[in-house]
């Protein structure tokens, strides 16, 4: 009998699993999505690198049209007041076929979603109880539907509701005071080049502007620390934290905004059952710091994917020891450049572009804080 597999969540997780899973195995699966539709609508950019290029193009990303997306090939930073410090060469990471990619997500879901769209894919589902019944699990939603299945799949976001019915540890997501507005845009008077990714750097703030497809659309996202989230005044804080340090910004946010509270997860804790497994903000929610939650969540579910695929008997401890080494890694340098972007006294934030321009010349540097994450 063919195996069946569960995935709650049809986010990049949850969508680049059921790709592989649909490609390269005869296991059934269905995606069961809490929403009542793919969310299409979300206008903004995400940034992909080589580690995860790699694992799309095993499922065609190739195909998606090249107008849709970027490849960007240096990161420039720069102080908030536009002055450049120094330049990265990321294209240094790319091979032939997997180099860094900038798109819309809504590119990348309309991509993950083509193979699978109707026959797999179950929207306002949500789980309600969940029962072992003979070495399976039994899933019983909220409408009266059920499931029973070989594996759990919870790819549902750093709030995992499937956690919730598995795991009696529990480990809450912590806001990091910090909040993220992002914005599209295509007019502006920012002294950039706007075929790289521009970092700008400032006291409790940073943003990064980043090309997106070839139709000179930019991506901005400003994450900004603010100790409470309040979305009714996100115009207001731009005012006070970030206009206030570089009054050129003030026209590219007399638009519609777009804002988030960040948060990251606390904690990074295993699976207590065999049979199920957590994959993308689900077994860990990252900072945006180093671009990296869409890149992980790809790269977990091609790691699960090959365990269950080959049938391993230790896929539980397999993949979470190896998936907890890799996520440690990263975590620490979103950590560190969270800290890093966002120094308030002119003092540190002299000695942190002193650093940053020797380091970015330093290869045994590079390779070792990026090249270790870009390449899988
Ligand atoms: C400001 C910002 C910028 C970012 N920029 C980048 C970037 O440039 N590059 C990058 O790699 N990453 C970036 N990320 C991170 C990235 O977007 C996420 O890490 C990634 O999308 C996580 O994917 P996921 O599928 O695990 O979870 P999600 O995208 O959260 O998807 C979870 C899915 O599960 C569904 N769901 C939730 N609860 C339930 C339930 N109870 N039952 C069923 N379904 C449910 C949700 O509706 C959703 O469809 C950024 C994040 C932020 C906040």
């Keep these: 009998m063919k195996k069946k597999i569960a995935i709650i969540g049809s986010g990049v997780a949850g969508l680049t699993f059921a ?51 970027f490849h960007p090939k240096s990161m420039d930073f720069f102080s908030i007041k536009n002055e450049k410090i120094c330049d990265l060469e990321i294209s240094k990471f ?83 005071k910090a909040i993220a507005v992002r914005l599209i845009f295509k007019k502006h008077n920012l002294d950039i080049n706007e075929k790289n990714i521009s970092l700008f750097m400032g006291s409790n703030l940073h943003l990064v502007i980043y090309p997106i ?16 989230y309040d ?51 689900a077994f860990n929610g990252f900072l945006p710091t180093m671009a990296q939650g869409a890149g992980q969540s790809i790269e977990s579910a091609y ?4 365990l269950i695929k080959d049938e391993n008997l230790d896929a539980s401890n397999i993949y979470f020891k190896k998936r907890f080494e890799r996520t440690t890694a990263v975590r620490r340098r979103s950590n560190f450049n969270f800290f890093a972007f966002h120094f308030t006294s002119s003092f540190m934030q002299k000695i942190r572009n002193f650093f940053l321009k020797f380091l970015v010349k330093k290869k045994y540097f590079i390779n070792s804080y990026l090249g270790s994450v870009y390449k899988n």
């Design 19 to 69: 790709n592989l899973i649909k490609k390269n195995s005869d296991f059934q699966f269905m995606i069961y999505e809490k929403k009542e539709s793919l969310s299409l609508d979300d206008g903004f950019g995400i940034q992909l690198a080589p580690n995860s290029v790699s694992i799309l193009n095993t499922i065609d990303f190739r195909k998606v049209n090249s107008k849709d997306i």
């Design 303 to 306: 790691e699960l994917f090959n």
């Design 213 to 228: 497809n070839q139709k000179n659309e930019l991506n901005l996202v400003c994450i900004i620390r603010d100790k409470k």
């Design 94 to 176: 790319n091979s032939e076929y997997s180099k860094y990619t900038t798109l819309k997500r809504s590119t990348l879901i309309e991509f993950l979603k083509d193979e699978i769209y109707n026959q797999h894919l179950r929207f306002g589902k949500s789980i309600k109880e969940v029962t072992e019944l003979k070495g399976k699990v039994l899933i019983k939603f909220t409408d009266n539907t059920n499931d029973l299945v070989d594996y759990v799949v919870g790819a549902d976001g750093i709030f995992s509701n499937t956690r919730s019915f598995f795991e009696k540890k529990k480990s809450q997501p912590l806001f990091k």
């Design 231 to 281: 979305p009714d005044n996100i115009k207001s804080l731009i005012e006070r934290k970030l206009i206030t340090q570089n009054s050129n910004l003030k026209d590219l946010f007399e638009t519609d905004l777009q804002s988030w509270p960040l948060y990251s997860t606390s904690k990074i804790l295993p699976s207590s059952n065999n049979k199920v497994f957590y994959i993308g903000d």
